[in-house]
Nanobody, 126 residues
């Protein structure tokens, strides 16, 4: 069974940084396209960033381009989200997700991902 466990969330002041990690177990991590999504209170879940199986393809939401970087370490079964220049509007529960269907595109729609972590809270104070 595939399991995804996020870590690294917390409280940070605006302008600060956090690095989220998502450890994947239960199957061959390098097979998965990975994504990060977030959901703020009262809002729908939204795509943040995604990375292809070999890390040659990445995609970002416009709202985080230039501030967030997604990366992966297939040897450690882990995907990362480096978040810099954080803003109060980045406050949300961040979840990682895995697409196991061996597809090339990095999808931005949550329904394209089959496995999800529980999420980690990120709070940015002004």
């Amino acid at each position: 069974q595939v399991q995804l466990v996020e870590s690294g969330g917390g409280l940070v002041q605006a302008g600060g940084s956090l690095r989220l990690s998502c450890l994947v177990s239960g199957h061959t991590f390098s097979f998965y396209t990975m994504g990060w999504f977030r959901q703020a209170p009262g809002k729908e879940r939204e795509f943040v960033a995604g990375i292809g199986r070999s890390a040659t393809i990445t995609r970002y939401a416009d709202s985080v381009k230039g501030r967030f970087i997604i990366s992966r370490d297939n040897a450690k079964n882990t995907v990362y989200l480096q978040m810099d220049s954080l803003k109060p509007e980045d406050t949300a529960v961040y979840s990682c997700a895995a697409d196991s269907n061996f597809r090339v595109p990095v999808f931005t729609v949550s329904a394209e991902y089959q496995y999800w972590g529980q999420g980690t809270q990120v709070t940015v104070s002004s």
